[in-house]
């Protein structure tokens, strides 16, 4: 007999974290963060420090209140961690299995015991990596290493990872897991097949993007499970771009200004829209700059040999960021530049990979002649320095805000984009799949029954239901109550 726990993501936009439990053993798929529910705690002028972080989180739910599954530098080195956790119920946890690299999916497993193995594909692994290395984290950056908090040289442990392959059982976890690629807004995104307990868990998926034939074959491998865990973000809008649309916009919106200089900021890990975006900038007769970051991504899963179809950088600058009062403003000293930076700097300064590097200054001179692809609207900031030539296009291509403080920090970059003089457009397609998209899933894999996560909406699966679009039993989950599947 197989228990089901939906520890978070219930009825919330991700934060998955859920849990099979069999006779003693169990897996997680996923252990992500609920974005929204740290934001909604997070007070902006007080950083949590390493020797509070765990008590808070578990203070405020952001972490579950699960025995048997933390790691024993934090609980014995926090007596107000152990207090809070000796009463909650225990799960015995072997593995967490991740379906893709974001983090409200992966971004938790810094707080799980090092005795908890995480499996993940190659290139999974090599994303994850970048962006740690590449961001300010500190547990949470401790996916694959963990730093033992207990003793003073603060030991490095290696966690076990195992890697899995598509189309394959994963190996050393506690289920019969085949793993399938799915379509989403990032490469190397797993649907799971969980065979022991006739249940597939979609991840995060759609079926209007780029590879929107992966996705028809995973339905095809799942189909006639007992169980469908289905994410539900947009479940209830029918509204649909595809990822073709939001590229032919891009580029009309660039041909429009064929004398001014253009900007289009993507989501950090959208691969595939940067290399749309590097495609329409040859086709227009311009350069490709990309930021150091998106770089620094593309160089760790070229280094792996990904079968990601990766943007070529052949014909690509890589932006060069100002970061020191002296040499110029550009000494690429461990003082002014991280040691990822430094990498993509000096790589390029070397000629060891291809990409020449651009100063602002250089940009500034011929705007027209360039395409700057940003990996954030903090970017903004270096647009600045650009100094724009007023009325230059800039395209956000990333979705938008949905909650106070994304509406607060979007009001911000409005301001330095009015206070730039830049003519803004809006082009971006979701990485999730639309309400009409759902119902098509649900009909092709013909399930017994639905368990919708990963949605603020989960009462439109039963409205859908009692109307007769969804055919099957829906079961609403509940957070942190097991549902045992028969």
């Not at 530098?73 to 909650?88: F, N, P, W």
């Not at 705007?367 to 956000?396: F, H, M, T, W």
Request: overall charge negative; aromatic content about 8%; some cysteine.
């Amino acid at each position: 007999m197989v228990n089901l726990w939906i520890l978070d993501g219930a009825d919330s936009i991700g934060g998955n974290k859920i849990a099979l439990t069999r006779d003693g053993e169990g897996l997680f798929l996923d252990f992500g963060v609920n974005m929204k529910r740290k934001r909604a705690y997070e007070v902006s002028y007080r950083v949590l420090a390493i020797a509070n972080k765990m008590f808070y989180h578990l203070y405020s739910e952001i972490l579950p209140r699960i025995r048997g599954i933390y790691r024993p530098d934090l609980i014995e080195l926090d007596e107000r961690v152990r207090e809070m956790l000796a009463d909650q119920p225990e799960l015995i946890i072997q593995a967490a299995l991740i379906s893709h690299a974001h983090m409200d999916h992966y971004g938790a497993i810094g707080f799980l015991s090092n005795e908890i193995a995480v499996a993940v594909s190659n290139s999974m692994r090599a994303m994850i990596e970048a962006m740690a290395e590449s961001s300010s984290y500190d547990i949470e950056g401790e996916i694959f290493r963990l730093r033992d908090r207990r003793g003073e040289k603060k030991e490095e442990i290696q966690r076990t990872c195992e890697l899995f392959e598509e189309g394959k059982h994963v190996s050393n976890i506690p289920f019969k897991v085949k793993t399938y690629p799915v379509d989403h807004s990032v490469p190397a995104a797993f649907g799971f097949l969980i065979e022991d307990a006739s249940l597939a868990y979609t991840g995060d998926i759609r079926i209007h993007g780029p590879r929107r034939d992966l996705t028809e074959r995973f339905l095809e491998k799942v189909r006639g499970v007992d169980y469908l865990l289905i994410e539900g973000t947009r479940i209830d809008t029918s509204t649909n771009i595809s990822e073709e649309n939001v590229l032919k916009r891009i580029e009309e919106y660039v041909a429009e200004k064929p004398e001014k200089f253009a900007c289009v900021m993507v989501s950090s890990t959208d691969l595939d829209r940067v290399r749309g975006i590097i495609e329409i900038a040859k086709r227009l007769g311009r350069i490709p700059i990309l930021s150091p970051r998106l770089t620094y991504l593309i160089d760790k899963l070229t280094e792996i040999e990904s079968k990601i179809a990766l943007p070529s950088l052949k014909d690509a600058c890589i932006y060069f960021e100002r970061r020191s009062l002296r040499g110029g403003g550009y000494e690429l000293s461990p003082r002014h530049y991280r040691r990822w930076m430094r990498m993509v700097y000096e790589s390029r300064l070397d000629g060891r990979r291809d990409g020449e590097l651009k100063k602002a200054d250089e940009i500034s001179k011929d705007q027209s002649k360039y395409i700057l692809i940003a990996n954030s609207l903090d970017y903004v900031l270096e647009l600045a320095q650009i100094r724009p030539e007023p009325g230059s296009r800039l395209i956000v291509s990333t979705s938008e805000p949905h909650d106070e403080e994304q509406e607060i920090s979007w009001g911000k970059f409005l301001e330095w984009v009015d206070l730039l003089r830049l003519d803004m457009r809006m082009a971006h397609s979701s990485g999730h799949a639309d309400r009409e998209s759902i119902i098509r899933i649900i009909e092709e894999v013909d399930p017994r029954a639905v368990i919708p996560i990963h949605t603020e909406k989960p009462y439109e699966f039963q409205r859908l239901r009692r109307i007769g679009d969804i055919r099957c039993e829906i079961i609403l989950p509940h957070v942190s109550k097991s549902l045992t599947l028969k």
